[in-house]
């Protein structure tokens, strides 16, 4: 009788290679990596990939077997892959490249491109085997960054006042190309060379250490430069310490705005307000001499008056009296009044008020109101002053309208006499 022999159990890691070896495995492992893989033959025709590259296209991966780069991709983008893709059939190895792709969403996505070419059993060319990383975002920052940096450097290169960077050592790190419109000097030419160079007064320097390693930064330090012929310069400052990182020590980062025109100004307005206080002065003192004078030309003329008015009362009025106490004719009796009237008139102080009051009336309206004021009819008037009627009507119309009570139901005389 013929022996039978027992079926030999499979050794553990030959089920493990058959496993391996499982299309339908593979295709779960390929499945289980996020990022994007394919492969196609060398014909370009897609073979297969992971779940990960059919959602990055927006497909089945059904969808995608059989078919090449045109079928999935807009012209432009499927020519970039065939040239690519031929590129690397042609040379073996592997390639990796940047590329744009038409995403799901329907944007365009910035993704790397790493293949590698594989072999047939019998050593002839297989096809190729991808995978695509999406460095969208990576893209975009870099944008953003490369949009502030060419943002900086403009700024950087138009300030107008001017950028700098010095270590503590006084070494020029830095210095924006402004300093070429207010100094005469290249920004090249000075990178490297020591501020200490510059300073007018080297205390200076000591004064500014000391005040921004006090504080940590300064505002409006003022400083004077030297340039190479020896001009000089006033700046103010504006600055911070910038700690060190790493290797990098720290330094000094400011701006520094050239002020020389502004101090001139300054100086030219100072001894504009110093002239000018001392014509000030000077004015004051002519203004207390002229009050000085006024008052004394006011006292002068009150005791000139005082002098006429006591004349008049005790060396002319009496007079006057006693000759009209004697026989006089009609005639006589009237210049005698006159006169006497006259002189009245002088120490009158109607007349001096009037006379500033109404200072437009003519000397005869003014004799012509006095007498109104006293009392005179209009023949008196005209008997005394040897004039018609009609023209004291005149003179009393043009009074009226002066003091403004022509076409008033005032009495001219009751007005006159309000005023004295």
Do not use: W
């Amino acid at each position: 009788m013929k022996k039978i022999k027992p079926i030999e159990k499979p050794k553990p890691h030959q089920d493990s290679c058959e496993r391996y070896r499982d299309p339908h495995f593979l295709q779960k492992l390929l499945d289980s990596i996020p990022t994007p893989i394919f492969y196609k033959d060398a014909r370009g025709i897609y073979l297969g990939g992971n779940q990960a590259f059919g959602d990055f296209l927006g497909r089945k991966m059904e969808d995608v077997v059989g078919k090449t780069v045109h079928d999935i991709a807009p012209k432009d983008l499927a020519e970039r892959y065939e040239r690519a893709d031929e590129e690397l059939f042609r040379t073996g190895g592997v390639q990796t490249y940047e590329s744009p792709v038409m995403h799901a969403d329907g944007a365009t996505h910035y993704v790397i491109f790493y293949k590698a070419t594989f072999l047939n059993q019998d050593g002839s060319l297989g096809g190729l085997i991808g995978s695509v990383f999406d460095m969208t975002d990576r893209k975009e920052v870099e944008e953003r960054l490369r949009r502030s940096e060419e943002r900086y450097r403009r700024i950087f290169e138009n300030i107008q006042d001017i950028y700098y960077e010095v270590g503590l050592d006084g070494a020029i790190l830095e210095i924006s190309p402004s300093i070429e419109r207010y100094f005469p000097f290249k920004r090249e030419d000075l990178i490297g060379r020591s501020i200490y160079d510059f300073y007018a007064d080297k205390n200076r320097r000591t004064d500014f250490l000391q005040e921004i390693k006090g504080k940590g930064y300064v505002r409006d330090f003022e400083i004077q430069l030297r340039d190479l012929q020896g001009a000089l310069f006033t700046c103010s400052i504006t600055a911070a310490i910038l700690p060190g990182e790493g290797e990098r020590p720290p330094r000094i980062v400011g701006s520094m705005r050239d002020i020389s025109e502004r101090k001139r100004a300054e100086e030219t307005l100072g001894q504009r307000e110093e002239e000018l206080s001392i014509k000030s002065r000077n004015l004051e003192e002519v203004n207390t001499a002229l009050k000085v004078l006024l008052k004394q030309r006011d006292e002068d003329r009150k005791e000139m008056e005082e002098n006429v008015l006591a004349n008049v009362k005790t060396s002319i009025l009496p007079y006057i009296e006693k000759v009209k106490e004697g026989p006089l004719t009609h005639h006589q009796r009237a210049c005698i009044e006159i006169l006497e009237a006259q002189m009245k008139k002088i120490i009158s102080p109607f007349l001096h008020r009037i006379s500033q009051a109404c200072f437009d009336l003519t000397p005869q309206e003014i004799r012509v109101a006095d007498f109104v004021k006293n009392g005179n009819t209009t023949k008196e008037i005209a008997d005394i002053l040897g004039i018609s009627i009609k023209t004291v009507d005149y003179h009393r119309d043009n009074i009226r309208r002066k003091l403004g009570i022509k076409n008033h139901h005032t009495n001219l005389r009751s007005f006159l006499l309000k005023l004295s």
